[in-house]
């Protein structure tokens, strides 16, 4: 696995037409931290998330891995180094699981065939999917889809993995091993930055803890703070619906 890198956001300003999603963000993530982001829908989450890879470019601001900015980069290089795992599994339904992890090795970053089905098995033997590889994804359930999605990302072996809301179309019971599957990726020393509404998760496995709304980081600080000691009273109320 590539060394971790740091990423930073530095007053990211984002509108689509009159609606300004994105208001001067501020986000500071050290190299090996998970900084959990949470707040209500439509506050700006998943669009930041975006940013950090640029499938949304923003207006404003800037974007840094290890202190340097990644605006000019080629998008396709940045995202071997920035690996996301989307709410929905995104996986190719006609293709096997073994290929939807190979695909990327091949063509993104080059690899022989029977290099990148080596990598594909060690990578989908790591989410607990080995025996899986000539299955369809419609022949998984989504935990084991989600599971396929994040080997898929971490296949590029990189350097840092965003995740977006990575568990809310599961049922609750499959909910459980993917969270434990992205809490060894954190322990692991996996720079992590996570979009999520499980607030156990963010309160024991996180490092930092960022409250978005309408466009802005309200508050942020390590979990025991933002958890039972929030400040802001935006945040307060917040918390005072979901826990």
């Known amino acids: 696995m590539n060394t971790s890198v740091s990423v930073s956001l530095r007053d990211v300003h984002l509108a689509f037409g009159a609606n300004r999603v994105l208001r001067g963000v501020d986000l500071d993530v050290p190299r090996g931290a998970t900084a959990c982001v949470i707040g209500p829908s439509g506050s700006g989450k998943s669009t930041l998330l975006r940013t950090i890879n640029r499938l949304i ?17 080629d998008p ?11 709410q929905q599994f995104n996986l190719f339904p006609h293709m096997s699981v073994l290929r939807n992890v190979t695909l990327a090795l091949r063509r993104i970053r080059k690899l022989p065939e029977d290099e990148a089905v080596a990598v594909a098995r060690h990578e989908l033997d790591r989410v607990g999917l080995a025996a899986k590889a000539d299955a369809r994804p419609a022949q ?3 935990g084991q889809q989600q599971r396929v ?16 809301e990575a568990t809310s179309a599961l049922d609750p019971e499959l909910v459980k091993g993917v ?8 322990a692991g ?5 996570v979009v999520t509404h499980e607030m156990g998760f963010a309160r024991e496995v996180a490092d930092t803890v960022a409250f978005m709304d309408r466009g802005v980081v309200l508050e942020a600080g390590a979990p025991a703070a933002v958890f039972e000691a929030a400040e802001h009273p935006r945040l307060r109320q917040f918390l ?4």
């Open 57 to 73: 470019e923003p207006d404003r601001g800037d974007v840094l891995l290890d202190g340097r900015s990644v605006l000019g980069d």
């Open 76 to 86: 396709d290089r940045l995202r071997q180094r920035v690996g996301m795992v989307f």
């Open 140 to 142: 998984l359930s989504g």
């Open 149 to 164: 999605a994040i080997a898929r990302a971490l296949a590029l072996q990189p350097q840092v993995m965003l995740f977006d």
């Open 179 to 186: 969270l434990s599957l992205m809490a060894e990726l954190s």
């Open 189 to 193: 020393g996996m720079t992590m930055v």
């Open 240 to 243: 005072s619906q979901v826990l």
